[in-house]
Structures are given as C-alpha cells and as structure tokens.
C-alpha cells in the first residue's frame, strides 16, 4: 500500500513570496491533515478535510494560508505572502474515515520550508 | 485548553536498557492518545493508539499505558537497541476533535 505523498521535499524563498505544497492521501481515507510543525516543537493542526470540506480551520492563519482539497482526494496548501516565521516543515496525514476513538493517521515525509 | 507535555525533553542510554517515556495532558475528557515516532527529516510513524475506554496497547517491544484519571500515559520500551533512537511524541484527541501534540522526547540509545 503506498503511503502519503507529498511534495516539494524541500523549498526555499525570500519573504514575501508565494509557496503551494501537495498532497497524495493513502488511497481511500478520506479524511485529510496538514500540520505545521516549528523545529523543537510537536505538529500544530493547521486544517482537517472530511473527503473535500472542512472539518477544521481554526489554526489556520486565514489572511496568508489557504488550502483546498478537490474532489475529495488530493490537496494543496498555498502560502501568500510568506513570512519569515512560516520556517517549518509542513506535515500531511490522512486517515480512513476520521472516527474519534480508533482512527491512526498516516503521515507523509513532510516539506521543509525556509523563509528567508 | 488541552496541553500536552513530555518530560523528558532528551535521554540517553545504553543499548538493552528498558526505558519509560512520560506524557501528561491536563484535560482528561479524551477520546484516544496515539505514540508516535519521528526520524530525523522524515514524517511521523503511528507507534500505538490507546482509545479512552483503554487501559494499555502493546506492540512488539513497545507497551502505552493510559491513566485519564492523572492525565498520564507512559510508553515503555523493552531491551533498547540503537535503531530506537528517534523522537516520541504523544498526542491527545479530545472535544476539539483535533489532536493536541507534545513537543516530544528525543532518545538516543547508544551502541
């Protein structure tokens, strides 16, 4: 079973940039992570899709982030205009169905962002 | 608000050792915890889920433990072994639905 995909690996740009990352869910969960995660920190929630709307965006820096899952399998999140305190490595998972007590996500190898 | 801490921040020890990795959270009305693991410049690996009406999940090596009552989960990992350098980190499901990470413990097993 292949697992979540996600791409760049890697990115970098000069503040005030723009930036898109991507990704591929385990086929056929339909419920979708991003995470943002600051080095020497745990993963924030920054969005969750319940097949292609949202579940939660409460983290979600909504003057410069966006995200959007077509179709209810693969998503993309944008940043616009970066910012130098965006530097972080930007997580995807997905899990089966989103159920509260038995559902493991999947992570992805994640993109590292620097902002300079 | 939930918080998520895990104490130590950093360990050491000698390969064979058993070791205890500690997390608290302070808002016991949860739905599940899961252990995670992360090697460096890689993603996150699910370890264990304990669902709240649980008391423990073993899996191989490993064994979680949930106390919702102290706000405490432990996971015990028998006869270390180099490959089990990595960072742990916990993470709590609760009424927000989402899950709530601790900033994790780096270990290192040495050789």
């Known amino acids: 079973e292949a697992g979540v995909a996600q791409s760049p690996r890697y990115k970098i740009i000069e503040k005030r940039q723009s930036v898109a990352f991507w990704c591929n869910p385990i086929s056929g969960h339909a419920t979708l992570y991003w995470y943002q995660q600051i080095l020497g920190q745990g993963p924030k929630l920054l969005i969750q899709?319940?097949?292609?709307?949202?579940?939660?965006d409460s983290q979600l820096p909504k003057d410069r982030f966006s995200a959007e899952r077509l179709k209810g399998v693969d998503s993309t999140l944008k940043i616009q205009p970066a910012k130098l305190e965006d530097s972080a490595v930007y997580l995807c998972?997905?899990?089966?169905?989103?159920?509260?007590?038995?559902?493991?996500?999947?992570f992805g190898p994640g993109t590292r962002l620097t902002v300079l | 608000k939930q918080e998520v801490t895990q104490i130590p921040a950093a360990l050491s020890v000698p390969e064979g050792e058993n070791l205890v990795l500690n997390c608290s959270f302070t808002?016991?009305?949860?739905?599940?915890l899961q252990w995670f693991r992360q090697d460096p410049g890689k993603g996150l690996t699910s370890l264990l889920l304990i669902q709240s009406s649980q008391r423990e999940q073993t899996s191989g090596r490993l064994n979680a433990s949930l106390d919702k009552s102290s706000g405490r989960s432990t996971l015990y990992i028998a006869a270390s072994q180099p490959g089990d350098s990595a960072t742990y980190l916990c993470a709590v499901r609760g009424g927000t639905y989402k899950y709530i990470f601790g900033t994790g413990t780096r270990l290192k097993v040495l050789a």
């Open positions: 899709f319940q097949n292609n709307g949202v579940v939660d």
């Open positions: 998972a997905s899990s089966l169905d989103g159920s509260l007590s038995t559902d493991t996500q999947y």
């Open positions: 808002d016991s009305a949860i739905y599940n």
